[in-house]
């Protein structure tokens, strides 16, 4: 019923960015949240930003003045920029949507694949 799809991760030098994207397609009503998290090995997945319909965002404290979340003009896709990244960022990064579909008001949760950021020194 609905596809998610990640995109941009890599390997960068601690100061460098990444842009991270993830789009959803399908029989999709409406987005309630859509955010981004990541997991670390050995650490459990955290919340690094999220954003509602309404565009209100939160932000993990350790990301706050560096990493910036969106959504595209199309409203399936949200963005993550990450700016002076840091070692401590490397970890799998998870899209996740919060969304309704066609079928009735249930809110269901999609995960992106995940995608690998490593932050060398």
């Known amino acids: 019923q609905v596809q998610v799809v990640e995109s941009g991760g890599g390997l960068v030098q601690a100061g460098g960015s990444l842009r991270l994207s993830c789009a959803a397609s399908?029989?999709?009503?409406?987005?309630?949240?859509m955010g981004w998290y990541r997991q670390a090995p050995g650490k459990q997945r955290e919340l690094v930003a999220s954003?509602?319909?309404?565009?209100?965002?939160n932000y993990a404290d350790s990301v706050k003045g560096r990493f910036t979340i969106s959504r595209g003009n199309a409203k399936n896709t949200v963005y993550l920029q990450m700016n002076s990244l840091k070692p401590e960022d490397t970890a799998v990064y998870y899209c996740?949507?919060?969304?309704?579909?066609?079928?009735?008001?249930?809110?269901?949760?999609?995960w992106g694949q995940g995608t690998q950021v490593t932050v060398s020194t």
């Open positions: 996740n949507f919060a969304l309704r579909l066609w079928t009735g008001p249930a809110t269901y949760d999609y």
């Open positions: 399908g029989s999709i009503f409406s987005f309630n949240v």
């Open positions: 954003i509602n319909s309404g565009n209100s965002t």
